[in-house]
């Protein structure tokens, strides 16, 4: 009975009622189980037992960045080149370019880190401490929250995570991880009251204490063993503002996010005046040029212009020279996705270190900027570009050089040149590599990359895969090279997933090793120095001595040269039609793409008059003269950091 009276203090405080624990019906007893299993670990106490000397800290105020202009409604047209594999949230195959727009930047955490200022701001808790020895942090929830299925987010949603994460039925070692080493564990002191406990001292304690989600309990009630086959067609609710029904996944042909009418964030200082179309709907278009027509028409409302020959080719186009197409060019301040050639070291000749090296040197990136990017790109130089002071300077990409790389491949063995011009062993072997690459519109820089191989003696086989094919190859660890890109965010570099020796072998009974499959590990990098490296990164509490072995960690992973850098664009470049609106700053310093902090708009009666005159006979034929605008190709670089 104590503990009724503060709850509902608390509720009374925040204009709810009691009735909404009502609707938390779901215990899972195989959960409870577990908690009862790790009494250490899961803690439940009072709000009596809060240390009195808790120095509790609330929104610091840090400036708005949505536009009090923007515009409920709408909705969105924009495409994908293919269905993901599966829509649920982890698990194999779960690693995919769409699961950016369903999940990561459709959830919030309990702290939130302001995209400009970069200090913290109010995410799921609106209040929060940090005890003396920096080993925990105590949060007060936002009994408002739900989730998009409507369910009320409390204290046992939190306890549910560390439940469903450290799960191995989830088939997803680097989540099992995380959740079992990073964390001491969880106190409930209530409903809307929690702490979490660090098994360390960090620099920041708030990182990795304040970046928990809840897990929806109620939804998982099916969860077991069979999880990676019984969610896989369902989208896991999120307390973001959008949801996918069973009916908007449509494989093959389109996937639709549908916004909350009324959604938590609405009247929330930093999420207000945010995600604020009702729809965003992603047809799946598998040609990129074949996208690129259908923006010209009017069909989608804004695309990507990454490439030059869009970048360029829009200015020629009747809507843009009307000022009915906008183009735009925004910096950023992230960190690069590490976008290149991963080599398989586990197959044979790549287990080399000279063959690599070799192929550092025969692989002309520089000529691909220059000749099929025009020179709009830049040169990506490591693993861990864009960390501030955790990326080691000192790194730059091997430069192509045909005299090195021969140099190279002679050490490793390929002394003699065959008659094709290919170098060979003298056993025979030649020196043929495979080259596995998306079908995307990248593919027709292949030429470029085989061509200036051959002059160093390498043979590049291509390989040209749909993007769901290629993944799966990939995380399977059959491919030998393979052009590919991770997603890069935070402030500190995260290499445990992509290069500790937990993710890259396994060993069979019989002693030998093979391959781990569904990791990030895809270069089968397992170096003990360098595994030791990263653990003592993970367990280090001293800045200076983090950003040490962050350089240590970097160099190794050069010299091992498992990873090509190719190269990187400093932000986006987009053209988007008119009626789509953008706040004056169009968008902030840590956005990746346009659509992912949710600032822009829709003028849905724009649009009704601009989609009209597009579909009558004579298109924009129709246009009256006062009705163009000149051409807009704005440049936004306030971040620009390059």
């Not at 190269?567 to 169009?586: A, D, N, Q, S, V």
Request: charge should be neutral; include cysteine.
């Amino acid at each position: 009975m104590k503990l009724l009276s503060p709850l509902i203090a608390w509720l009374i405080l925040f204009g709810l009622s009691t009735e909404l624990s009502a609707q938390e019906v779901f215990t899972d007893p195989r959960a409870t189980a577990y908690y009862k299993s790790k009494p250490e670990f899961f803690q439940f106490k009072t709000l009596a037992d809060l240390p009195s000397n808790l120095q509790w800290q609330t929104d610091p105020l840090e400036p708005v960045f949505a536009d009090p202009r923007a515009q409920r409604g709408g909705e969105l047209n924009f495409f994908l080149n293919n269905t993901p594999p599966v829509l649920r949230r982890v698990g194999p195959n779960s690693n995919h370019s769409f699961r950016d727009s369903a999940y990561d930047t459709n959830d919030f955490s309990l702290l939130s880190m302001h995209p400009n200022s970069l200090r913290w701001i109010p995410g799921l808790a609106t209040a929060w401490a940090v005890s003396e020895d920096g080993l925990t942090a105590y949060f007060k929830l936002n009994p408002a929250v739900r989730f998009t299925d409507g369910q009320p987010v409390s204290a046992d949603d939190y306890l549910y995570t560390f439940y469903f994460y450290q799960s191995p039925w989830i088939n997803a070692p680097w989540y099992n991880d995380f959740y079992h080493r990073e964390f001491a564990g969880i106190t409930k002191y209530d409903d809307y009251t929690i702490a979490l406990h660090l098994p360390s001292k960090k620099p920041d304690p708030l990182y990795i204490l304040g970046s928990i989600s809840p897990t929806p309990r109620q939804f998982f009630k099916d969860f077991g063993p069979d999880y990676c086959q019984v969610y896989s067609e369902k989208f896991q609710p999120t307390t973001g503002a959008y949801t996918i029904a069973p009916e908007d996944f449509i494989r093959g042909q389109s996937i639709t996010l549908r916004r909350l009418p009324q959604w938590w964030g609405d009247t929330e200082r930093y999420t207000a005046k945010r995600f604020n179309v009702d729809k965003i709907h992603f047809k799946v278009i598998r040609e990129v040029d074949k996208a690129y027509q259908i923006f010209q028409q009017g069909g989608l409302d804004l695309m990507l212009l990454g490439l030059p020959k869009f970048w360029y080719g829009i200015n020629d186009s009747k809507a843009y020279q009307a000022g009915l197409i906008h183009k735009a060019r925004f910096f950023n301040d992230v960190p690069r996705p590490p976008l290149g050639l991963y080599i398989n070291t586990l197959k044979p000749l790549l287990d080399q270190v000279d063959v690599r090296i070799g192929l550092q040197h025969a692989t002309h990136f520089q000529r691909v900027i220059d000749t099929f990017y025009r020179g709009d790109y830049e040169r990506l130089n490591q693993f861990n570009q864009g960390y501030g002071e955790f990326t080691n300077p000192a790194i730059k990409a091997r430069k192509y050089n045909p005299t090195l790389a021969k140099a190279a491949f002679a050490r490793a063995g390929f002394t003699e040149r065959g008659t094709d011009g290919i170098l060979k062993r003298p056993d025979g072997v030649r020196l043929s590599i495979r080259l596995t690459i998306d079908d995307s519109d990248r593919r027709k820089f292949l030429p470029t990359l085989i061509e200036s191989a051959y002059a160093c003696g390498l043979e590049y086989r291509p390989e040209v895969l749909e993007p769901t094919t290629m993944y799966r190859k990939v995380m399977e660890k059959n491919h030998e090279v393979c052009f590919w890109a991770w997603s890069a965010s935070g402030l500190q570099p995260e290499l445990w997933q992509s290069h500790h020796s937990d993710n890259a072998v396994e060993q069979l009974p019989s002693g030998a090793l093979i391959a781990k499959r569904q990791t990030n590990n895809i270069t089968g990098t397992h170096l003990p120095e360098l595994s030791q490296l990263i653990d003592d990164f993970r367990r280090s509490t001293d800045k200076a001595e983090m950003i040490q072995i962050s350089f240590q960690a970097q160099q190794i992973i050069h010299d091992e040269a498992s990873f090509i850098p190719g190269f990187c664009i400093p932000g986006y470049r987009l053209g988007y039609w008119r009626w789509l609106k953008w706040p004056e700053h169009f968008d902030v310093r840590t956005s990746d793409n346009p659509l992912s902090s949710g600032l822009f708009w829709i003028d849905s009666n724009e649009k009704a008059y601009w989609q009209k005159l597009l579909q009558s006979p004579l298109g924009l034929e129709n246009l009256k003269p006062d009705e163009k605008t000149p051409p807009s190709n704005e440049t936004f670089d306030r971040w620009r950091t390059e």
